[in-house]
């Protein structure tokens, strides 16, 4: 069972960048789609970006586009979520989540089926 581990979340002021991981314990990602999720408070969870790494497709929700980036390692075992220019409404829990990679990169949380623990990211001054 695919098991995946987030880490990189923590403090940052408007306009700053972070990094987000998404690390698979013992197993290759080659097979999967990952997608970057968040949730703030009283919201509903979100999809954010995520990658097919087997036709090596990307998708971002318009509120991201153009700010964050994802990709993946040479070695397909993690996924990162590079976050620029971020804004206090960007703050929330982000979560990776994974799916057997199929055809499309899809930004729906039905669409994945194993979730990391989640990783706080707070963007403020």
């Known amino acids: 069972q695919l098991q995946l581990v987030e880490s990189g979340g923590g403090l940052v002021q408007p306009g700053g960048s972070l990094r987000l991981s998404c690390a698979a314990s013992g197993f290759s990602l080659d097979a999967y789609r990952i997608g970057w999720f968040r949730q703030a408070p009283g919201k509903e969870r979100e999809g954010v970006s995520a990658?097919?790494?087997?036709?090596?497709?990307?998708n971002y929700a318009d509120s991201v586009k153009g700010r964050f980036t994802i990709s993946r390692d040479n070695a397909k075992t993690t996924v990162y979520l590079q976050m620029n220019s971020l804004k206090a409404e960007d703050t929330a829990v982000y979560y990776c989540?994974?799916?057997?990679?199929?055809?499309?990169?899809?930004?729906?949380?039905?669409?994945?089926?194993?979730w990391g623990q989640g990783t706080q990211v707070t963007v403020s001054s």
């Open positions: 990658i097919n790494n087997r036709r090596g497709t990307t």
């Open positions: 989540a994974g799916a057997s990679a199929g055809f499309y990169t899809p930004l729906g949380e039905d669409d994945y089926v194993y």
